[in-house]
């Protein structure tokens, strides 16, 4: 195993032997607008009490020189651990090393716009990334008192988790030492630095004020929307600080967009960083809108789950993920405008969780989690929407008030510490009354899920549930009334046997789990089926949003022809008012055509569903979020189907639907749209890119280029994404989805051999942020699993993280096949 990989046991003997006190880090970024200067000095003190010899600190770089306790030492280093002996009870170690530039989004990514030439870092660190910045204890459990001193280019905005307490210019440069930290886990520092665009504002409570600055590059400061940023953040600020009865304890709260990331957001605190994606170039849903609200909350509610009290190891992930991913929605609803979180919520998170549950590496929401490889992937739809779909069960068993005034004593008792799941579990328990340990264990501590249906047996109805567990839940019924399903009655329910009778009367839809009060596949029977095939756009919003989501977990099964299920589509959809069901709704639509139909049904699917979409658009109300919805849809389907490329073409020349707000991120989709089917041209790339030469336009063009239709283009692009290693993520990720555009397999279908002749390598010379994205994006989509089999029984030893990727794609492919199968029985 390499040394880079930290297991759990030893990080464990390593944190009872140490007790850090502070750490100082010294920062030299002065020479970072130069690309021929592929390091920064980074200068490390560490002062902790030993009860042991010997230790390790951890760091990614070059290390010039270690100190103990004032005394030069021989560099003992392996890349990856600095080997450290002779400690007495109390010291003090000095690091100083050269830490790279990163272009993978690990570490301190450093970005050039291409608009003004200016330079952009920013560090992300999650779960292990803080060693390629600073040499440091790289363990959750660790906690210390972090001091960052910046040497940057002067008139740089330069931030770290607390606010400045000194600036020093010096002449082109300048020296900014931040205040010391409370105590935080390492993965949760942060710097960034350039010449950003930045809004301030502030938020008081009390005699309480909090600095706020909200920042981006200057090229996309038109599209900030600061103002709503600002608001929400406010919002969340007044819901968290009532509902926790902790007031917010970091200071100042900065929240910094930035360019090529890898996640949504990151918890930072008191600078948490965004993603750009959720700033749109000129154009967005009020959905777009309020998925970046609750990505907003859910960082903030880090600060307190997460960052205030911290999980002493990777097991407990979700001890701030499923929690961070609740508050989210339910401060979305409950303190916000956007308050549809939940349906948004039902329909397109939990499908999330619903997916990760059914794959063969499935785990408890506490997890077993032996290693940091093993971590990294852990980040997955059981810990967040699982977890979070979980603690909706729980706010139902224990009472919403019992819930957070136990979240109040949790806080209270652990603040700044680190815990596990029993510190949580005795304060629900205590101010609940209620066996929150049996419900523990059943909810949290085993894996997959239940699924729900009714049976009629003999003069009673019964609830029937596989793999069992203690739910409580609605059963609503709804009758047709002039072709509209209207609620009757809706039933409360608690079960926990395989088999519970229920006094349920006949209905036209009886929907198992209305109100989505807990977690588990709720099937229709066939009257209900049919009952939604006539009236699913007349349901209230959270109804139609369950209705949404049995209709796709049954075709995903196998049980609800996928051909019904499109139909379905194709006659409600376009009556779809919510946008975050829409899009859900959508991108199920034809994700099921090109990987759930038999290959030669497909084309005739495809043709109908870019008719539906073109339909939908031009039916749309004109400038409205659903027909800027149905115009990127039609925009994806014509990457199938070319018989609508004149229309598409109109619409990329301005000649679409009256209102449409055509930005570059659609002219982009369109473009590469028609590039994928051969009717745009590289001539007409390179003019799109004139128009759009920004980072977003360089990152379209490499896909539209990649997406070309032959085999030699794809296979440049094959072969750059494996090879060309000055691929940034966001290249990286164009390029793969260019290798696949169009859903043309046959023009890659010769490199499947290649595929499993590179994973390996691949793993253990890039990245694992970048090796994951070749594994899962690569991976072959064929009609047999003989060389994905051949390859796990040849390399029973490779690491563990890949081979789960490896089973994860297989058992995706394997249900693709499944389904495949049955439809002809479906039929």
Request: net charge negative; aromatic share 8%.
């Amino acid at each position: 195993m390499s040394s880079a990989n930290l297991t759990r046991e030893e990080t464990a003997a390593r944190s009872a032997g140490i007790t850090v006190r502070d750490i100082r880090v010294e920062l030299d970024i002065r020479q970072a607008p130069d690309p021929q200067v592929g390091g920064f000095g980074s200068t490390t003190t560490l002062r902790f009490d030993a009860t042991t010899d010997a230790t390790w600190i951890d760091f990614i770089g070059e290390v010039r020189a270690v100190t103990v306790n004032g005394d030069d030492r021989p560099v003992v280093y392996d890349g990856a651990r600095i080997a450290i002996s002779g400690l007495q009870a109390s010291n003090t170690v000095v690091i100083d090393g050269i830490g790279l530039y990163s272009r993978s989004g690990e570490g301190l990514h450093r970005f050039v716009d291409p608009v003004d030439g200016e330079t952009y870092l920013y560090t992300q660190y999650e779960p292990a990334d803080s060693r390629r910045v600073m040499a440091c204890f790289e363990q959750p459990d660790m906690k210390a008192s972090y001091t960052f001193v910046v040497h940057a280019p002067a008139g740089w905005h330069v931030l770290s988790n607390q606010s400045s307490i000194r600036v020093a210019e010096q002449g082109e440069a300048q020296t900014v030492e931040f205040a010391p930290t409370l105590p935080l886990s390492s993965y949760i520092t942060a710097v960034a630095a350039g010449p950003y665009h930045r809004v301030d504002a502030e938020w008081t409570r009390g005699d309480q004020m909090v600095a706020l600055g909200v920042l981006c590059r200057p090229s996309l400061a038109e599209f900030l929307e600061a103002d709503e940023i600002i608001q929400v953040t406010r919002q969340g600020l007044d819901f968290f600080t009532d509902a926790f009865a902790f007031p917010y304890p970091w200071g100042k709260y900065d929240q910094i967009f930035v360019p090529e990331y890898n996640l949504g957001a990151m918890e930072n605190p008191g600078l948490v960083t965004f993603t750009e994606a959720y700033l749109s170039r000129g154009a967005a849903t009020d959905a777009q809108r309020g998925s970046r609200a609750n990505t907003i909350l859910h960082e903030m509610a880090h600060m307190w789950f997460g960052d205030l009290v911290t999980m002493r190891w990777w097991d407990d992930l979700w001890l701030k993920e499923s929690f961070a991913d609740y508050m989210g929605s339910h401060a979305s609803f409950a303190a916000t405008r956007f308050t549809d979180a939940w349906e948004r919520f039902a329909a397109n998170r939990k499908a999330w969780a619903y997916q990760q549950d059914q794959l063969p590496t499935t785990h408890p929401i506490v997890a077993d989690i032996t290693d940091l490889e093993a971590a990294k992937l852990n980040f997955d739809g059981i810990t967040y929407a699982k977890g979070a779909s979980v603690l909706k069960q729980l706010v139902a068993f224990v009472g919403e008030e019992r819930f957070f005034e136990g979240a109040r004593r949790y806080f209270a008792a652990h603040a700044f510490g680190n815990t596990t799941l029993d510190d949580l579990l005795v304060q629900l328990e205590d101010v609940s009354g209620r066996d929150v340990r049996a419900w523990s264990r059943a909810w949290l501590e085993t894996s997959g899920m239940s699924t729900l249906w009714i049976e009629d047996a003999g003069d009673e109805r019964v609830l029937v549930q596989s793999d069992p567990r203690p739910h409580r839940l609605r059963v609503g019924l709804y009758d047709l009334d002039g072709g509209a399903l209207v609620r009757r009655e809706s039933v409360e329910v608690d079960i926990a046997d395989e088999r519970t009778p229920i006094r349920v009367q006949d209905a036209d839809l009886v929907l198992i789990n209305d109100d989505d009060l807990t977690y588990a596949k709720a099937r229709l029977d066939a009257r209900s089926v049919d009952a939604v095939e006539q009236g699913l756009s007349t349901l209230d919003p959270l109804p139609r949003a369950l209705a949404w989501s049995a209709l796709w977990n049954a075709a995903r099964d196998g049980e609800l022809p996928i051909k019904r299920y499109l139909a379905i589509v194709a006659a409600h959809a376009a009556a779809e008012e919510n946008m975050g069901l829409l899009a859900g709704v959508i991108a199920n639509a034809a994700y099921s055509i090109g990987h759930y139909l038999p290959e030669p049904e497909r084309s005739a699917q495809r043709a109908g569903w870019l008719e539906t979409t073109w339909a939908a658009l031009n039916g749309a109300a004109p400038g409205s979020d659903a027909q800027l919805s149905w115009a990127r849809a039609f925009a994806a389907a014509s990457a199938f189907d070319s018989s609508r490329a004149g229309e598409a073409r109109g619409v990329l020349d301005g000649r679409g639907p009256e209102g449409l707000r055509i930005d570059p991120d659609l002219r982009w989709t369109l473009l590469t749209a028609l590039a994928t089917t051969g009717q745009a041209s590289a001539a007409d790339i390179d003019a799109e890119l004139e128009r759009d030469a920004t980072a977003s336009g360089r990152t379209a063009a490499v896909r539209a280029r990649a997406a070309a239709p032959s085999r030699s283009a794809r296979a440049a692009a094959w072969d750059a994404a494996w090879d060309d290693e000055s691929l940034t993520n966001d290249h990286l990720s164009t390029t793969i989805d260019g290798v696949r555009a169009g859903g043309r397999r046959d023009l890659i279908e010769d490199r499947d051999a290649d595929y499993f002749a590179r994973i390996l390598g691949a793993w253990s010379t890039r990245s694992i942020e970048l090796a994951r994205r070749l594994v899962v994006g690569l991976f072959p989509a064929s009609d047999d699993l003989t060389m994905v089999d051949a390859w796990l029984a040849e390399n029973t030893d490779a690491p563990g993280a890949l081979r789960r990727l490896v089973i994860e794609q297989r058992d995706h492919l394997a249900r693709e096949l499944r389904v495949r199968a049955l439809q002809a029985q479906l039929a």
